[in-house]
T-cell receptor, first 117, second 114 residues
Framework: AQKITQTQPGMFVQEKEAVTLDCTYD???????LFWYKQPSSGEMIFLIY??????QNATEGRYSLNFQKARKSANLVISASQLGDSAMYFC??????????????FGQGTELSVKP | DAEITQSPRHKITETGRQVTLACHQT?????MFWYRQDLGHGLRLIHY???????NKGEVSDGYSVSRSNTEDLPLTLESAASSQTSVYFC?????????????FGPGTRLLVL
């Protein structure tokens, strides 16, 4: 069964507008972490933001925020004030457990974001 | 600055040859991982290690092997390269003592098997 689902293969957003990239997950482990990575056309994987399953508040990192809805098992990435440099592939990933019992990431298939000038 | 490097960055090989992709990290992280990225599949885990002498199979481990003789390195070996192993390979590392266990990725290796 797919554990991480990103239902938007591609999205467009106007420069300076906000955009939400969807991610839903499935796990029975109460301890998990959710990550978003950015992959620009150059190919590297860049860590953006992290949300732990026990974190009470939604994570924020600069223009990135994570809309974490635990009951709905969703962890959507919100990018505010989009910039041309935000054009990239975005991956949602989940880690179940910690340390020697966890550590592995399961990735979604990605959403390609294009920012229009 | 600490970093994670991969070599070579690009490789062309022939079917049946043995190929080794190098991964070296200077973060002093316990955990290291190998993924492959193919269109339509995102990133899939090949092998991983939680420390020296520890290795584990991931989702798509057939045809691949790893060994961990020190903290810094986790080389990935394709025993007998197949065209289906044409892909982009990423190495990553993380630290168990970091409660997030964020994985930091190398720049990737593009492998073409002819």
């Amino acid at each position: 069964a797919q554990k991480i689902t990103q239902t938007q293969p591609g999205m467009f957003v106007q420069e300076k507008e906000a955009v939400t990239l969807d991610c839903t997950y499935d796990t029975s482990d109460p301890s998990y972490g959710l990550f978003w990575y950015k992959q620009p056309s150059s190919g590297e994987m860049i860590f953006l933001i992290y949300q732990g399953s026990y974190d009470q508040q939604n994570a924020t990192e600069g223009r990135y925020s994570l809309n974490f809805q635990k009951a709905r098992k969703s962890a959507n990435l919100v990018i505010s004030a989009s910039q041309l440099g935000d054009s990239a592939m975005y991956f949602c990933a989940m880690r179940e457990g910690w340390g020697n019992q966890g550590g592995k990431l399961i990735f979604g298939q990605g959403t390609e974001l294009s920012v229009k000038p | 600055d600490a970093e994670i490097t991969q070599s070579p960055r690009h490789k062309i090989t022939e079917t049946g040859r043995q190929v080794t992709l190098a991964c070296h990290q200077t973060w002093n992280h316990n955990n290291m991982f190998w993924y492959r990225q193919d269109l339509g599949h995102g990133l899939r885990l090949i092998h991983y290690s939680y420390g020296v002498q520890d290795t584990n199979k991931g989702e798509v481990s057939d045809g691949y092997s790893v060994s961990r003789s020190n903290t810094e390195d986790l080389p990935l070996t394709l025993e007998s390269a197949a065209s289906s192993q044409t892909s982009v390979y990423f190495c990553a590392s993380s630290e168990s003592r970091d409660h997030q266990e964020t994985q930091y990725f190398g720049p990737g290796t593009r492998l073409l098997v002819l």
